[in-house]
């Protein structure tokens, strides 16, 4: 790895609730290298979606700092691009609208063919090169999160910060565009933090898995270096023992280890242990080319 790009040095945040103020993270300690893809993976409410609200300077650190390519994180700024679960896509522009947004911020001395080449480019990559002059209401949420998708990597942010990018998403558009994502991170190789409640999801596309212990005062548990070589797909993973043994270590902490929960149910445990890694179906590969909705 090269040197440390993302430094989160004890950071503590705290909200107003019905009980009074709680201390949703505490002593938070996180370093990401230079193109370094890292999932979040913890319970819901355990605070990993108000770290990155953090790191993108959306949301102020009662205590600790956030510092970025060695420049203190303030208040947000171009470097950090976004994605969260819905793709928030201006509703009366088209993709391509939507991509130059970000185009017009990184080359604003581009002409504008130059502008459009390069958005057009962007949406190439996420296969929407075709529905480039659709606006959002003509898309599905699936197509709509890869205009989001390209439009954060037009941005050539110093890191990319993507808060459960899938979760609101069925599962075969979901590998679709983890594949897509895959794709994108593998060409232009940007820092990356991504929120995640998948654990196969985590293990597919993350260098490593940062487990949080569940709130109030939540912190980094434990960190699982990703062994597994790159590029990677569903089919080397489900073969691999090497996965099967990470995957258990991650859900056994989820079950054990992140605290503050009572023993989880018989569906509970079905749910972390389902598996989310079989191959694209056909029609799947049509919508990733882009000829299918």
């Not at 929960?261 to 890694?277: F, G, I, V």
Request: glycine share 8%; hydrophobic share 45%; charged share 25%.
């Amino acid at each position: 790895m090269s040197a440390r790009h993302l430094v989160l040095s004890g950071i503590a945040k705290s909200f107003d609730g019905p009980s009074g103020r709680q201390r949703v993270v505490d002593g938070f300690d996180l370093e990401v290298e230079a193109r370094e893809l890292v999932a979040l993976i913890g319970h819901s409410g355990c605070g990993k979606s108000t770290v990155l609200s953090m790191v993108a300077g959306l949301t102020k650190p009662d205590v600790g700092s956030i510092v970025l390519g060695g420049r203190a994180v303030k208040d947000p700024g171009p470097d950090r691009g976004m994605v969260f679960q819905s793709a928030c896509l201006l509703p009366w522009m088209t993709a391509l609208q939507n991509v130059l947004l970000a185009v017009e911020q990184v080359m604003p001395s581009a002409t504008r063919a130059q502008q459009r080449a390069s958005a057009m480019h962007y949406l190439e990559l996420v296969g929407l090169d075709d529905a480039a002059a659709r606006k959002p209401a003509e898309l599905s949420m699936g197509m709509r999160q890869r205009v989001g998708l390209a439009r954060a990597f037009a941005c050539r942010p110093d890191v990319l910060l993507l808060d459960e990018p899938f979760g609101m998403l069925d599962s075969i558009t979901r590998m679709e565009l983890q594949d897509v994502l895959l794709s994108l991170w593998s060409e232009h190789r940007i820092t990356a933090l991504m929120v995640t409640h998948d654990v196969d999801e985590a293990l597919l596309l993350s260098d490593r898995v940062v487990m949080m212990t569940s709130g109030p005062h939540a912190h980094v548990g434990e960190i699982l270096e990703v062994a597994l070589e790159r590029p990677r797909n569903r089919r080397m993973l489900v073969e691999d023992a090497r996965f099967d043994a990470m995957r258990e270590r991650v859900i056994g902490f989820l079950e054990e280890r992140a605290g503050h929960h009572a023993a989880p149910t018989d569906e509970e445990r079905d749910e972390l242990e389902s598996l989310s890694l079989a191959e694209p179906s056909s029609k799947a590969e049509a919508t990733i080319s882009g000829s299918a909705p």
